[in-house]
């Protein structure tokens, strides 16, 4: 069955609403006018009441008109046979809401737009229940300063392929809102060390090394907030990791008003799943922290420790990125970019013929230099 | 007993004689004895010996090879005990011929000072820096030991060896292949392998900017601000090792890095440590 999809319309011409991050209002690009995301919300909220009342009632009426045996009711079950099938190849059938078309999109797919209209569409029934995120934050970073930030990002990169500046091209620029854990937990560490302290004293013709040796031990808390762990598994765990971090103090409420004119998806990756990669990150900086307390020896040796994670709130945030990907000999290079700061990443090519070009570049003169010191100086 | 008497006496001259006023011209005196031990490290049996080892020696090369120990060089107004060697070989117009060949070599033993330095055109093809240290290197791990007769020995033994080869027309001074201190082939394998071990890290550098994408391996950017608690901060000493290591004697006084004879603007040679 095709499931319920919601065209944020401009209430004075009725064009598609866009989510436009730079002046973080919804926008309408055929009249221009600006709504803040509460008024859209409001007024569609208002615009959901009302749908239900009428949908309540025209199931009272289709309750009374459909006999058993009729071929109404054969005509809906082959339907709802063939929405099944989708649905099991992991595929959800949709009706835009704007020209009609049938979309079929990833089950994970909360926002898109319509490949035949161009409207931007959300799917506000992938959000009931635990699928709700807590926050979003929206995007703050547009589209054209993205892919400017792609073009500037080449600069500097020396074992660039001269090619790859010519030939490549952006096959997809994609403003998508992807799905974060976002844990906040306590690590307690409790962690011992040997260390020494040496100190060397000359008498005479002799030097006498004095090294004092110490028990060390660190123990205490670690408190963290909101490690973030992308929970889609189509979203690279390390390009996401590479964009972070967000300012979370721009995190509002979670409301698909800030969602049109971008990609969507809820999480497939569950919390518990994504807690261990946070766990990792939580646990390594405590005990790096208290590593960093043992200072003043000549050498620190860890000999025990014992360190774990307590988990505490978790939130469920939708949080903005850019993805970018260019295409050079047959091979995909896929960018991210962080919509809110605009911190941007992506592995570049290697020239094999640069690297050793600049491999001889500076061993040549260096050669030249050592074998005029060690021969003729 | 004699010459006990005589170590004694020299103590007692060097005590009142070599004050800052008696370096003033026309006071400077002769010296009898090679060996003149005034802090009294040896017996009269041993200076005896180390006497006519040291005279048959010079007397034979022209050359002579003075011993003298005394308590501290600061009696004797020295600021150090290399001016204080080369003090009293003036002072005792110590040296044979025209030239006043010799080398002395100087114990103080409050600090454990020695000075070892020759003088005259002889000494010093004899006494070249590079020898001058292959001498007091042997001389050392005896003193070090306390065994003072078996250094001076040592050292006078050494002398006379230096002065026959130098006679002979090869004194001993540093092997060629230690002037540079390395082989053709190391050179070849410096020239080849630094530049290449330089230039592989900054091609990796570069590199390592191309592939910047990683996976977070910690969490510092999520610590809440005021959130950590240490609970336990103890230091327990536990024990205590002292190792002792003998250094090598710098030879910055005196050169020594690349072969023969760095000589002074007093004329003398030579190097000046602590054993």
Not at chain 1, 71 to 80: C, L, M, P, R, S
Not at chain 1, 206 to 231: N, S
């Amino acid at each position: 069955m095709s499931s319920q999809l919601t065209n944020y319309q401009c209430p004075a011409c009725t064009g598609p609403l866009r989510y436009d991050g730079e002046s973080g209002m919804l926008q309408c690009d055929y009249c221009g006018s600006r709504y803040t995301a509460e008024e859209i919300e409001k007024l569609y909220q208002d615009k959901l009441d009302q749908a239900e009342q009428t949908s309540v009632d025209a199931a009272a009426s289709a309750a009374a008109a459909a006999a058993p045996g009729t071929d109404n009711g054969d005509a809906e079950q082959a339907y709802a046979e063939e929405s099944w099938n989708a649905e099991q190849e992991g595929m959800k059938l949709y009706n835009c809401p704007s020209c009609g078309a049938q979309l079929i999109c990833d089950a994970t797919t909360a926002a898109t737009s319509c490949p035949y209209c161009g409207n931007p569409t959300v799917m506000p029934g992938q959000f009931h229940g635990m699928l709700k995120p807590d926050y979003i934050l929206p995007f703050r970073v547009t589209k054209e300063q993205a892919v400017a930030a792609l073009k500037k990002y080449y600069h500097g990169k020396r074992l660039l392929p001269k090619t790859f500046l010519a030939q490549n091209h952006i096959q997809e620029v994609k403003g998508m809102y992807v799905p974060f854990w976002l844990f906040d937990g306590t690590v307690y560490a409790d962690m011992e060390y040997r260390t020494t302290r040496v100190s060397a004293i000359r008498q005479g013709d002799e030097m006498i090394t004095t090294t004092d040796f110490f028990d060390v031990r660190r123990a205490g808390t670690v408190h963290f907030t909101r490690i973030p762990a992308d929970g889609s598994k189509k979203m690279p765990d390390e390009l996401m990791d590479s964009i972070e971090p967000y300012d979370y103090s721009e995190m509002k409420p979670f409301s698909t008003a800030y969602m049109p004119g971008y990609l969507a998806d809820i999480y497939d990756v569950d919390d518990r799943e994504s807690y261990e990669r946070a766990k990792v990150r939580g646990t390594h900086t405590a005990e790096h922290l208290m590593d960093s307390t043992v200072s003043g020896y000549s050498s620190v040796s860890p000999v025990r420790k014992q360190v774990r994670m307590k988990r505490e709130r978790t939130a469920y945030a939708l949080l903005p990125v850019w993805m970018l990907s260019t295409q050079w000999n047959g091979e995909n290079f896929i960018f991210a970019m962080n919509g809110q700061t605009g911190k941007f990443i992506g592995d570049l090519p290697v020239s094999r013929g640069r690297y050793f070009a600049w491999f001889a570049g500076i061993a040549a003169p260096l050669a030249a230099v050592m074998a005029i010191v060690l021969y003729f100086l | 007993m004699k010459a006990k008497l005589c170590a004694l006496a020299l103590a007692l001259l060097l005590l009142l004689s070599l004050s800052v006023a008696a370096f003033a011209e026309g006071e400077n005196e002769t010296l009898e004895y090679y060996v003149s031990d005034a802090a009294g490290l040896l017996t009269a049996q041993q200076q005896q010996t180390l006497e006519a080892a040291a005279r048959a020696a010079s007397e034979k090369h022209g050359c002579g090879i003075y011993i003298i120990t005394i308590n501290d060089f600061r009696e004797f107004g020295f600021g150090n005990v290399s001016d204080c060697a080369e003090g009293f070989y003036n002072h005792y117009q110590m040296g044979l011929g025209n030239e006043r060949n010799g080398i002395l070599l100087l114990l103080s033993m409050n600090d454990r000072d020695y000075a070892l330095k020759a003088y005259g055109g002889g000494a010093h093809e004899a006494f070249t820096d590079y020898g001058s240290y292959r001498i007091s290197d042997s001389f050392i791990r005896y003193f070090r030991n306390n065994d003072w007769y078996g250094g001076f020995a040592d050292y006078i033994s050494n002398a006379e060896d230096f002065l026959t080869r130098a006679a002979a027309g090869n004194p001993v001074d540093v092997p060629q292949n230690e002037n540079t201190g390395l082989s053709s082939g190391v050179k070849t394998a410096m020239i080849v392998g630094i530049p290449a071990l330089i230039a592989f890290g900054s091609c990796e550098g570069m590199k390592r900017k191309m592939k910047p994408v990683k996976q977070a391996g910690f969490a510092d950017d999520y610590l809440l601000q005021g959130g950590i608690h240490l609970d336990v901060k103890k230091d327990v000493f536990v024990n205590r090792s002292v190792t002792r290591t003998v250094i090598r004697t710098e030879r910055s006084s005196g050169g020594g890095g690349g072969g023969g004879t760095t000589i002074n603007s007093g004329g003398f040679s030579g190097h000046s440590g602590k054993f």
